[in-house]
């Protein structure tokens, strides 16, 4: 596919059959999340990949509540898909960088204050460019796709994958074969913005 028809084809997927994902083409998911921007060339982004239900059940089990998997209407096709990435952030990395000699003078690193010197945080600038490659690398595939925020459980999350200390969960990026499911987002039912207010030329 063309980039920009991959651009316009990209849909966020909340429902998924049992399908497994081939492992190549997990590869080639990480393979473009490797691609992405990275500030300083700090490489502060890593991914978890959780593949089958016992290994994904890892993530829902703690990233959600009992009640809310009773209750949600899209938690089975959310569940049934086969893989779940998990895009983490390194802070540390990121404030050791930028303490390094050619970087020393942007004053972000940790003897100029640490990661409260900075105003937008790289490390989750960088997790998201890597999160929407891997999005639309999925849709190139030919698979669906849905990125979750981290809204409860991190430390739960994290702690149960062995993740060392200093890592933050970005997100997870569910991904599988969708089954045609309707389990839309409410927010689609949204008016778009207008051309005039979402772009502003030569200033607001």
Do not use: C
Request: charged share 25%; proline share 6%; glycine share 12%.
């Amino acid at each position: 596919m063309e980039l920009n028809d991959v651009v316009r084809a990209r849909r966020m997927v909340r429902s998924f059959s049992e399908r497994p994902v081939d492992p190549g083409l997990v590869d080639r998911l990480l393979d473009a999340a490797r691609r992405a921007p990275s500030a300083g060339n700090t490489g502060g982004i890593t991914w978890v990949v959780l593949m089958g239900q016992t290994e994904t059940a890892r993530y829902w089990d703690r990233a959600t509540t009992p009640e809310w998997r009773a209750d949600a209407r899209r938690f089975a096709g959310l569940a049934r898909a086969p893989l779940v990435l998990l895009s983490l952030a390194s802070p540390a990395a990121y404030l050791d960088r930028y303490d390094e000699p050619d970087k020393a003078g942007s004053g972000l690193g940790r003897a100029e204050g640490g990661a409260e010197a900075w105003p937008v945080p790289y490390w989750f600038g960088d997790a998201a460019f890597a999160t929407m490659l891997v999005l639309l690398a999925a849709t190139e595939a030919g698979l669906g796709a849905v990125f979750l925020g981290n809204f409860r459980g991190e430390h739960e999350v994290l702690a149960a994958l062995g993740v060392p200390e200093g890592w933050r969960l970005f997100g997870a990026v569910v991904v599988g074969h969708p089954d045609g499911g309707d389990h839309r987002s409410r927010s689609l039912d949204r008016s778009p913005r207008a051309d005039h207010q979402s772009m502003h030329r030569g200033g607001w």
